[in-house]
């Protein structure tokens, strides 16, 4: 995995494979950006380069050039910002994240970007982690008929990354740098769970997987797993209805940090849910062919989740936060769930099934059951749920919604913070009807009008009474079926980990 520091010296002077400086879009051209702190004639050659390539500086541009005189670097990036009175952090973000994918190979790269705020340097720092993602696709090879156990696929090792300050090195600049390497962290492991093959990641192998990394972190997360017997036994029928058609059972992983003097008046703090259908092929109401290719993803929420309790552990928060990962395989078989049935939910709810391809609102119905018997501060769910989103918000931007306007605009501001776009949905009363069932307390789908919302109004009826909630549908920005583009890779993209850690951060009783 890359590596971040910080530094204040010269970059010029730094002896690195690369250093990525910015440029901003003029009416001639590119532009070199303020704060590049190279030599004269570095930035005269530069300069030139530029025009001869006809370089427009704007975001995603990327221009390497070596030999640049007086800098000892064997090469300068220059990426685009855009306008120079538009710079963000957001802006910055993309830019170094850009920048990396670029020299994501190299051992050493320097980026000496403007960032003039701490929130800017931040932003500088976690768009060049993200940016050097891959997905170490030979560790997924199949030999003689087995398969490598799914904990062995992770990214691949990445550049010693320094960040150039013109802040200084304060403690909450250092802070802020080590912050943007732990949540990348987590972030990759989301992606390399999503990016992991469905027969390499069953439930059991999540569970394996996670297992596994929480005991190589900081080991203050604690793990405790249901199995099949212990669902049915707990009268968990969603989950167990979803998984029964597969040969590899569901299982509910709980995973808590519990840090001594808690925050808040109360001590229950965050509870998060997260959607973990390792494959989703539709069960009997089976998806078309071309519908599952990318349906290894439809674990995103789980990954999520257990991702952001592993960041919360390393950062070392006082907010305690418990994870819920709700982990089935919906398959067909002569022993799946059929439209029609009716199942009883965690809490006693009876819910009537129509569509056996919208398993993800049931497992995580009971999920929420479950968090909310431990009586959190304020619980969120996370999930790859609607084809409704990407029709409502595209690719980009989750949907979320809630039962607290103030918690929900909490949950959209923490993606703001850290460029995870999301948008906030409302819940409409007169919706609910859809869901009235002649032979269940619910009916599990309505109709396809409001689809979003009619799934997050089903999610409402099994938080309990007067917790705070808030449901985020991820189906779009969680997986990326195109090219690399900023800081989002190709595959799984880790959307949500930096949101949920940013909640958890500010999270108040």
């Known amino acids: 995995m890359p590596n971040l520091n910080l530094t204040t010296r010269d970059a010029a002077a730094l002896k690195v494979d690369a250093i990525v400086v910015g440029s901003v879009s003029t009416d001639s051209g590119a532009s070199l950006a303020e704060g590049h702190g190279l030599p004269a004639a570095a930035a005269t050659h530069l300069a030139a380069v530029l025009a001869d390539l006809e370089a427009k500086g704007k975001p995603g541009e990327t221009v390497r050039v070596v030999a640049v005189p007086d800098v000892s670097a064997t090469a300068v990036v220059v990426t685009g910002l855009g306008a120079a009175d538009a710079i963000t952090p957001d802006t910055l973000r993309i830019a170094a994240g850009s920048a990396l994918r670029s020299v994501a190979t190299k051992a050493t790269v320097a980026v000496a970007l403007p960032a003039g705020d701490e929130a800017s340097l931040a932003a500088v720092s976690d768009g060049a982690y993200a940016g050097c993602y891959t997905f170490d696709a030979t560790s997924t090879k199949v030999s003689t008929g087995t398969t490598k156990k799914a904990s062995a696929t992770k990214a691949s090792s990445g550049p010693k990354i320094t960040i150039v300050s013109t802040l200084g090195q304060g403690k909450s600049l250092k802070a802020a740098v080590e912050r943007a390497a732990v949540i990348g962290s987590a972030r990759d492991l989301a992606r390399d769970l999503v990016n992991t093959p469905p027969n390499l990641l069953t439930p059991q192998a999540f569970v394996d997987r996670i297992k596994a990394v929480a005991a190589a972190s900081s080991g203050k997360v604690t793990i405790s797993v249901l199995d099949e017997k212990a669902l049915a036994k707990g009268g968990f029928g969603g989950i167990v209805g979803v998984g029964q058609g597969s040969a590899n059972p569901p299982r509910i992983v709980t995973m808590a940090y519990s840090p001594g003097g808690a925050r808040g008046s109360r001590t229950g703090g965050v509870a998060l849910v997260g959607k973990g ?89 009971d999920g929420i059951c479950l968090a909310s018997e431990a009586k959190p501060d304020v619980i969120v769910d996370i999930a790859t749920l609607t084809g409704a989103q990407m029709v409502a918000l595209g690719s980009r931007v989750a949907g979320v919604m809630g039962n607290d306007d103030a918690f929900r605009s909490r949950v959209v501001d923490a993606g703001g913070a850290e460029g995870e776009a999301s948008w906030a949905m409302p819940l409409p009363r007169e919706l609910r009807a859809g869901l009235d069932s002649s032979v269940a307390d619910l009916a599990h789908k309505a109709d396809r009008w409001g689809g ?58």
């Open 277 to 365: 259908i390792t494959f989703d092929s539709g069960g009997l109401c089976i998806k078309p062919a071309a519908g599952m290719l990318t349906m290894k993803s439809d674990m995103a929420g789980a990954a999520a989740v257990a991702a952001t309790v592993i960041a919360a552990a390393e950062l070392g928060g006082r907010v305690p936060v418990t994870g819920y990962l709700c982990l089935a395989e919906n398959m067909p078989s002569g022993t799946a769930q059929r439209p029609g049935d009716v199942v009883t939910m965690r809490n006693g709810t009876t819910v009537e099934i129509i569509d056996t391809d919208a398993e993800g609102r049931m497992v995580l119905g």
């Open 452 to 509: 979003m919302l009619t799934a997050g109004l089903f999610l409402q009826e099994f938080v309990g009474e007067g917790i705070p909630w808030a449901h985020v549908d991820i189906a779009g920005p969680s997986f990326n079926e195109k090219g690399p583009d900023g800081v989002i890779p190709k595959g799984g993209t880790g959307y949500g980990v930096a949101t949920l850690v940013n909640l958890v951060e500010n999270h108040t009783a």
